[in-house]
């Protein structure tokens, strides 16, 4: 399958390595401790060659947007609600002021 997508094979791995972590979304739960969960972070990022911190924020866009849809507003649960601040129809993600609060 991966010959027929529009994706070179370091893309490919890329893309891999950010859904097959389920680090942040641990460390939210609180069933991982930050450091912990930087150390799976940083494993998961394999071979890549890419500087952590801009892996760290790739990975907390896409958690960020996978979050947000398991919202009660997005026809989810409302058990994630917590992490969302809302400002009428705008949702703003509380995720990061979470990170640096602990």
């Not at 760290?56 to 409302?78: E, N, P, S, W």
Request: proline share 3%.
């Amino acid at each position: 399958m991966w010959p027929e997508l529009p994706f070179n094979t370091e893309e490919l791995e890329f893309v891999i390595a950010l859904i097959s972590s389920d680090a942040i979304g641990e460390y939210f739960q609180e069933k991982s401790s930050i450091f912990e969960t930087k150390k799976r972070i940083l494993q998961s990022m394999g071979n890549l060659r890419i500087e952590p911190r801009h892996y760290f924020k790739l990975m907390m866009t896409y958690y960020q947007c996978d979050t947000a849809a398991y919202t009660a507003v997005a026809g989810g649960l409302k058990y994630l609600e917590f992490l969302f601040e809302y400002q009428g129809c705008e949702r703003k993600c509380l995720m990061k002021m979470k990170v640096f609060s602990k």
